[in-house]
């Protein structure tokens, strides 16, 4: 049983966090999530399962956490990217390009932007999705949504 209830992993997770855009619709996110759960449901490094868990945040953001007691290697990890490159063809979104960040309006609202984009429309004090969170931890205290300044899109900005 590799996979598990997100809420059951320790704060110290180690976590893949993938933003996704456009935002994926109701029908979407339980495509995504059925397929996520059977990969991971299968997953192991070396013979061994991979304890795990998944969770989609906002239809924009998936996060794939395993516990720090589970071994993954290089190829386990590589099945995990190849089950993303496949949503992004079948499904028409972005997962995998690093060129975007993630902002949120105002109203609430989730957007993708290039990095080009980021630098014209937004300020050190925009809100941003801070999609190299490495633990669970931060996650879950919302830690990885921040103004521009103090996360990594900041050094994005003119000087």
């Avoid at 456009?22 to 759960?37: G, I, K, M, Y």
């Avoid at 993954?72 to 960040?101: A, K, Y």
Wanted: aromatic share 8%; net charge negative; proline share 4%.
């Amino acid at each position: 049983m590799p996979r598990v209830d997100i809420n059951s992993l320790p704060a110290t997770s180690r976590t893949w966090l993938f933003g996704i855009s456009p935002a994926l619709n109701e029908t979407q996110s339980r495509d995504v999530l059925q397929q996520v759960d059977a990969f991971l449901d299968e997953w192991a490094a070396h013979g061994a399962p991979v304890t795990s868990a998944r969770e989609l945040i906002e239809g924009s953001f998936l996060a794939i956490a395993v516990d720090e007691r589970s071994e993954t290697s290089g190829c386990s990890i590589d099945r995990m990217f190849g089950l993303l490159r496949q949503f992004e063809r079948g499904l028409g979104v972005q997962i995998l390009d690093s060129n975007r960040v993630f902002v949120r309006h105002a109203d609430g609202r989730v957007e993708a932007l290039s990095r080009a984009d980021f630098r014209d429309r937004g300020d050190r004090h925009t809100t941003v999705y801070d999609t190299l969170a490495e633990r669970l931890g931060d996650i879950r205290s919302g830690h990885w949504i921040r103004k521009a300044e103090d996360a990594w899109p900041g050094k994005l900005l003119p000087a």
